[in-house]
């Protein structure tokens, strides 16, 4: 069974940092592209970051410059630090894994249950 464990949210002030972390199990980690997605109270769910099975990594125009995703293959684990949060930047962080089947050419694509980041003044 694939699973997908976020930790790492909390509460924090404007302009401070924290260190989200996923971690995986039941899959080929390192097959997969991982990513990063977040939701605020009455909004939709949107992308955040994505990092490739190769290391290629996207970002939301939001978060450039202040957000970063890596992924340690051999923990089987992805991160996300977060700089200079804002309180718009207040949400539940998920973490996602997907990747397109081989064989069916079907996405597969697995979720995890979020890390609640709250920005305060």
């Known amino acids: 069974q694939v699973q997908l464990v976020e930790s790492g949210g909390g509460l924090v002030q404007p302009g401070g940092s924290l260190r989200l972390s996923c971690a995986t199990s039941g899959t080929l980690f390192r097959l997969y592209t991982m990513g990063w997605y977040r939701q605020a109270p009455g909004s939709q769910r949107e992308l955040v970051a994505t990092i490739a099975s190769g290391g290629l990594t996207t970002y939301a125009d939001s978060v450039k410059g202040r957000f970063t995703i890596s992924r340690d293959n051999a923990k089987d684990t992805v991160y996300l630090q977060l700089n200079s949060l804002k309180p718009e930047d207040t949400a539940v962080y998920y973490c996602?894994?997907?990747?397109?089947?081989?064989?069916?050419?079907?996405?597969?694509?697995?979720w995890g249950k979020g890390t609640l980041v709250t920005v305060f003044s």
């Open positions: 996602n894994a997907d990747r397109l089947s081989p064989i069916t050419k079907i996405k597969v694509e697995y």
